[in-house]
C-alpha cells in the first residue's frame, strides 16, 4: 500500500517577533520553546532571530500537519540539520529526553526558508 498523505501545515513569523524578544532578556521564553541544541545552533548563527523564527515556523507547522492525531508541546519537537544540511523534524518526550518516546509519526518532511523579515515553513505528514 502506498503512503497517504495524512496532513499539511503551513506558517509563516516575522523574524522581528523574535529580534523584539532578545534571549539575554528572554532565556526563560526561549528554553520553554526550543531545545537546548536549537539554542545553541541559533546563537551560533550571524543572525540568530532568523534561525529562532524559522524554527518556531517549523514546530507550528509540524503541529498543524499532525492534527488532533498526536498532541506535542513545542518541548517535544527539535528541528536538527542533517549531515547534508537537510531539516528533519525529531519528537521526544523532554521529561526524560527519550527520542520517539510519544509514537512520533515516521514519515514527516520539511522546508525552511527566510528572508530578511519573514521565515515559513512547510510540513507534509504521511502514514
Do not use: Q, W
Request: glycine content about 4%; aromatic content about 12%; hydrophobic content about 30%.
Amino acid at each position: 500500500m502506498k503512503d497517504k498523505i495524512t496532513g499539511i501545515g503551513v506558517d509563516i513569523e516575522s523574524i522581528d517577533r523574535f529580534r523584539n524578544l532578545p534571549f539575554e532578556s528572554n532565556e526563560k521564553f526561549y528554553r520553554k520553546i526550543f531545545t537546548s541544541l536549537e539554542i545553541e545552533y541559533c546563537l551560533k548563527k550571524k543572525d540568530a532571530y532568523s534561525h529562532f523564527a524559522a524554527r518556531f515556523a517549523a514546530k507550528e507547522s509540524a503541529i498543524k500537519a499532525l492534527g488532533k492525531e498526536k498532541k506535542y508541546s513545542y518541548s517535544e519537537i527539535e528541528i536538527r540539520n542533517d549531515n547534508k544540511g537537510r531539516h528533519n523534524l525529531n519528537f521526544f518526550n523532554k521529561d526524560n529526553d527519550s527520542e520517539k518516546s510519544k509514537n512520533s509519526p515516521e514519515n514527516t518532511f520539511l522546508s525552511i526558508s527566510h528572508c530578511d523579515n519573514y521565515a515559513i515553513a512547510f510540513v507534509i505528514s504521511m502514514k
